[in-house]
């Protein structure tokens, strides 16, 4: 039987066992965490702690974390709570969540290594109103890090609005919102190791913030609507967890990744995610890579998740300048936080016995 390796954790981590022990303990709580009784109160108690351990992993006050079922959610709540009055710019290589919820935004180009064209965000930000910038931390294809700090600098320059969608970075770089200078930031449970259906939008203290879900207050009227304490104990516990000092030894294992392949790595000129790489086999489609690779246990992705089965070239790597043709040829793999220390051997065997299939059929 082949053994398995999962390499896909930029689409979703593997539970951590802090996270899988806190919603245990939370499927357990009836009350809801805004009735004032006893039971009611206990279902605070762990909401407000669940807010604390993302708050401290952050670098916010707990006030300033709204969650949300996800980071789609986030991101959608952050265009549509601070977009009101300003142009909206969003980087080319945002995730889906984000382009779609600013339809009509400006694009802003990106360098052939995958980074924020910044001499094109202060041609931007030049030419009218003060606008709403929406830049990822890193990439979700690529894992290429935007330069952060120089995309602050000139948004306070202009008088522009920052928010940043953390997501990939959270949990595998330090990140704070205070540090950073940013006016919100996105994160999602599930890719640090917490469960699905947990997220949260943090806000620069004295933001308003328009609620995307009115609903019942909750939030302190943020975001209407229950929250999911088990998914939201969950995600206390993983960002709690999740010690980005702990990431450095997977990138010794991307590295012998790529090293061993020897094939072209986009973004490789950019700082990047310490688990991604993105792998370029020209000539040959990235399903059918996927699927030999699966067939050999190796479970790596063809992109992002949320555009599984769609045939189509990633709007990552054709804003790169990565020719169509090449960019249906790219895989995606992301190490989790419990890689094995013999995943990039055992990938290298599998990678090596695909292109030998691979040579024998062109032969």
């Known amino acids: 039987m082949t053994t398995a390796f999962y390499l896909d954790a930029n689409a979703s981590e593997p539970l951590r066992p802090e996270a899988r022990a806190a919603v245990l303990a939370a499927l357990d709580l009836p009350g809801n965490p805004s009735s004032i009784h006893a039971d009611g109160r ?47 710019l969003v980087g080319a290589t945002e995730h889906p969540a984000v382009l779609r919820a600013a339809p009509d935004a400006g694009l802003l180009p990106v360098l052939p290594d995958g980074q924020l064209d910044l001499n094109a965000l202060e041609a931007a930000l030049a030419e009218g109103p003060p606008a709403l910038v929406c830049v990822m931390a890193a990439n979700n294809e690529t894992g290429v890090l935007h330069p952060l700090q120089d995309v602050m600098l000139l948004c306070q320059r202009h008088g522009a609005l920052l928010h940043v969608d953390a997501v990939q970075a959270a949990g595998r770089l330090p990140l704070s919102l205070t540090e950073l200078g940013a006016d919100s930031m996105a994160l999602s449970a599930h890719k640090m190791g917490g469960p699905k259906g947990a997220g949260a939008l943090l806000v620069r203290p004295g933001l308003d913030l328009a609620p995307l879900l009115p609903g019942g207050g909750q939030e ?33 294992l991307r590295d012998a990744i790529e090293a061993g392949t020897g094939l072209p790595v986009l973004g490789a000129g950019a700082p990047r995610l310490p688990n991604t790489t993105c792998l ?54 992301s190490l989790p936080w419990n890689a094995p220390e013999d995943v990039a051997e055992r990938f290298l065997e599998a990678h090596a016995a695909l292109r030998a299939r691979l040579d024998r059929r062109a032969a």
Request: proline share 5%; aromatic share 2%.
């Open 42 to 88: 206990a279902a605070r108690r762990v909401l407000e702690r669940a807010r604390a351990q993302v708050a401290a992993r952050f670098g916010c006050r707990p006030r300033d974390v709204v969650f949300t079922s996800g980071a789609t959610e986030a991101n959608a709540m952050a265009i549509h709570g601070l977009a009101s009055g300003r142009r909206l």
């Open 220 to 252: 302190r009227g943020r975001r209407g609507g229950t929250e999911s304490l088990p998914a939201i104990a969950g995600f206390g516990a993983a960002a709690e967890a999740a010690d980005p000092a702990l990431a450095g030894r997977l990138a010794v």
């Open 280 to 333: 370029l086999l020209p000539g040959t489609p990235a399903e059918t890579q996927v699927i030999a690779l699966d067939l050999a246990g190796m479970r790596v992705s063809s992109g992002s998740a949320c555009s599984s089965g769609k045939v189509a070239a990633s709007h990552v790597l054709l804003a790169m300048g990565v020719p169509p043709q090449q960019a249906g040829s790219a895989i995606r793999i």
